[in-house]
């Protein structure tokens, strides 16, 4: 029985691996013999930088993995604001990264089918009357967001008469709320969480205005290299590759995206 639990695994890992990538794959994915990983760790879903500046979280586990199965050394590249990164890849500066899909950034990026799901909700200030989404959208109200993010281009294409206030980071975004000059902060749920425990008084709203599809990314373009990225994040979602990221980040508040249909890989259909 033993035996035949570890056949088992062993095979089910083998169809759930991508098969190598082909030579004008593997060159495209990585022009340089190294594939480039950029992290945003300014979102703890994506990515993180320890005590001693190490760059972690779900992104670096991914792209280590993504460069294991594709045969090549992996560099990991940290980046503390999500513009900056994404404004990169325009001139090449990294082969690789995760985002949250947008269509704003359609014109910059080749987005893979999402792996990781997260709502996209509210965190209110201290002693602030509003109790849910729809209260937040109302005149006079600040809502304070980091610039390029992906709550950041949603609600400027969707707010009615809120304002929404960009800052320079995702820290910056989150001081206008304690200075006072914004009365809302938007991000998604697992960082608004771990930011409240922070600030007596301060609570996250338990709707939400919408869901942030994680997705890999490669830069425009790079259509070949996107199709091996493709196949890679569907079989680390078989494989549970996705899940165990998520628990070795400790991430709450977030899930693994269902399997993308095969007609249909690309993000943006919501959940």
């Given at each position: 029985?033993?035996?035949?639990?570890?056949?088992?695994?062993f095979?089910a890992?083998?169809?759930s691996a991508?098969?190598a990538?082909?030579t004008?794959q593997?060159?495209?994915?990585?022009?340089?013999?190294?594939?480039?990983v950029?992290v945003?760790?300014g979102n703890p879903?994506?990515?993180?930088?320890d005590?001693s500046?190490?760059v972690?979280?779900?992104?670096?586990?991914?792209?280590?993995e993504?460069?294991?199965?594709?045969?090549m050394?992996v560099?990991?590249?940290g980046y503390?604001?999500i513009a900056?990164?994404?404004d990169?890849?325009?001139?090449?500066?990294w082969?690789?990264?995760?985002v949250?899909?947008?269509?704003?950034?359609s014109?910059?990026?080749e987005?893979a089918?999402?792996?990781i799901v997260?709502?996209?909700?509210?965190?209110v200030?201290?002693?602030s009357s509003i109790?849910?989404v729809?209260d937040a959208d109302?005149?006079?109200v600040h809502i304070?967001?980091?610039?390029?993010?992906?709550?950041?281009?949603?609600l400027?294409r969707t707010?009615k008469s809120?304002?929404?206030?960009?800052?320079?980071n995702e820290?910056?975004a989150?001081?206008?709320?304690?200075?006072g000059?914004?009365?809302v902060?938007?991000?998604?749920?697992t960082?608004l969480?771990?930011?409240a425990?922070?600030?007596?008084?301060?609570?996250?709203l338990?709707?939400r205005f919408?869901a942030?599809?994680?997705?890999l990314?490669?830069?425009?373009?790079r259509?070949?290299?996107l199709a091996y990225?493709?196949?890679?994040v569907e079989?680390?979602?078989r494989s549970?590759a996705v899940?165990?990221?998520?628990?070795?980040a400790k991430?709450r508040?977030v899930s693994v995206?269902?399997?993308a249909?095969?007609e249909n890989?690309?993000p943006?259909?919501g959940y």
């Amino acid at each position: 029985m033993r035996k035949f639990t570890a056949l088992a695994v062993f095979l089910a890992g083998c169809a759930s691996a991508p098969p190598a990538p082909t030579t004008a794959q593997k060159s495209e994915l990585a022009p340089t013999g190294t594939l480039r990983v950029a992290v945003f760790t300014g979102n703890p879903v994506l990515g993180s930088v320890d005590k001693s500046g190490e760059v972690g979280g779900t992104t670096a586990t991914l792209g280590r993995e993504l460069a294991k199965a594709a045969g090549m050394p992996v560099k990991i590249i940290g980046y503390s604001a999500i513009a900056k990164m994404v404004d990169d890849a325009k001139t090449g500066e990294w082969d690789v990264a995760v985002v949250a899909f947008d269509p704003a950034r359609s014109g910059v990026l080749e987005f893979a089918p999402p792996h990781i799901v997260v709502d996209l909700t509210y965190l209110v200030a201290p002693g602030s009357s509003i109790r849910s989404v729809p209260d937040a959208d109302k005149p006079g109200v600040h809502i304070a967001a980091a610039k390029g993010a992906a709550t950041t281009l949603y609600l400027q294409r969707t707010l009615k008469s809120a304002q929404v206030l960009q800052a320079d980071n995702e820290p910056a975004a989150f001081s206008l709320v304690k200075e006072g000059r914004a009365q809302v902060y938007a991000q998604n749920r697992t960082m608004l969480i771990g930011l409240a425990e922070g600030l007596p008084g301060a609570r996250v709203l338990e709707d939400r205005f919408s869901a942030a599809e994680m997705c890999l990314v490669v830069p425009k373009g790079r259509t070949v290299a996107l199709a091996y990225v493709s196949d890679f994040v569907e079989g680390a979602k078989r494989s549970g590759a996705v899940q165990r990221a998520i628990d070795d980040a400790k991430l709450r508040g977030v899930s693994v995206a269902p399997a993308a249909a095969k007609e249909n890989l690309t993000p943006g259909g919501g959940y």
